[in-house]
């Protein structure tokens, strides 16, 4: 068996890829399947992900928009439909600010498809995005709308926005390593999208696996106490059942046995003002302790990136 810390990494680099490469990279921590990735992959993983229905993965990649419009009835048929997982401002009388995951853009075309404002809308992703919105526009011949006037903004141009702003429109991936206790807490905010190493795919018998099963390292025991060696024995005793068991059985029968330490890999996206709310709970004294321990140096990264959004909750 392996132990290993607790640890994250925001995903910069990701949000400086394309849309493609960014959700394969994450779509893929599902499957362990990383190694995978080449120059070519991404589209035939998204047109299979796409098509077998796991969208959470489509969740992983947003998309900033500048809607300008030249009637205020387009606004209120947006409205009408109430869209939902996005987040949308009116900086000015005739424009939009809206941003959403593929996912979010590609539902809000399937269930409103008579709206001019968002025909105009998918029609501006399919032209730039078509891996992501050519089959569900295909069979329409969807054509950009007059008096609807659609523009990207950059992740510069969002990060030049007032703070307000900034707060709902600047989406932040951040990749854990760490327990399933701990993942299983993360997972009840509900704003956020979420992608996870499966218990159900991996087969840690497997060479990529190192054929073992690896823990977190508890931070309640110091390493040479009685209760680390106590803790240390029971991870040992469980893997090798783990292992026996994937003898004669599938993994997902096999993990039925596996414990609350073993290491997980979640990635969780979600906007800067969802994060402050995260950290509120998960940084004070009544969190988790594996909790804290995680998220109080994440803060710590955040305000240095977005000091105008985290600095007073890090003081
Ligand atoms: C110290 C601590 C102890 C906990 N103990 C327990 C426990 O014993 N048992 C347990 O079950 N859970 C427990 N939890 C989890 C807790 O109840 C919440 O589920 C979790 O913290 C998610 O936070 P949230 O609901 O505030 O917001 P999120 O899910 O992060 O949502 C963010 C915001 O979105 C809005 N929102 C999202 N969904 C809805 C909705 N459906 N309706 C209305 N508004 C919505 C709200 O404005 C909310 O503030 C604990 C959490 C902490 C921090």
Redesign the pocket.
């Known amino acids: 068996m392996k132990v290993i810390p607790a640890s994250f990494e925001i995903q910069d680099d990701l949000d400086r890829q394309s849309l493609a490469v960014r959700i394969e990279a994450c779509g893929r921590i599902c499957y362990k399947s990383e190694d995978k990735i080449d120059e070519e992959s991404a589209g035939p993983f998204i047109e299979k992900i796409l098509k077998h229905g796991h969208n959470s993965v489509a969740e992983m990649g947003v998309v900033t928009l500048k809607v300008e419009f030249d009637s205020e009835k387009l606004a209120w048929q947006f409205y009408g439909c109430q869209p939902r997982f996005i987040q949308i401002d009116r900086p000015n009388r005739n424009e939009l600010l809206i941003t959403g995951s593929v996912r979010a853009y590609r539902e809000l075309y399937r269930e409103n498809s008579s709206i001019k404002l968002i025909k105009g809308i998918t029609a501006f992703l399919a032209g730039r995005y078509p891996l992501f919105f050519s089959d569900i526009v295909a069979r329409r011949g969807l054509l950009p709308q007059t008096g609807v006037d659609v523009e990207k903004l950059s992740l510069d141009e969002v990060e030049k926005l007032p703070v307000d702003l900034l707060v709902k429109h600047r989406y932040v991936g951040v990749k854990f390593y760490t327990n399933r206790a701990v993942t299983h807490?993360i997972v009840?905010?509900?704003?956020?999208s979420f992608l996870q190493e499966s218990q159900r795919y991996c087969r840690y018998s497997e060479d990529k696996f190192g054929s073992e099963v690896t823990f977190i390292k508890p931070m309640f025991f110091a390493e040479d106490s009685a209760e680390y060696k106590l803790w240390a024995k029971a991870m040992e005793d469980t893997e090798k059942i783990y292992l026996k068991l994937l003898e004669s059985s599938t993994p997902q029968a096999a993990r039925t046995v596996l414990p609350n330490s073993c290491k997980t890999e979640i990635i969780v996206y979600a906007n800067l003002l969802?994060w402050r709310?995260?950290f509120r709970?998960?940084i004070?004294p009544?969190?988790?302790p594996s909790m804290r321990e995680v998220m109080i140096p994440l803060l710590k990264e955040m305000a240095v990136r977005f000091p105008a959004v985290f600095e007073d909750l890090e003081a």
């Open positions: 807490e009840r905010h509900r704003p956020c969802e709310h995260i709970l998960r004070s009544a969190a988790e």
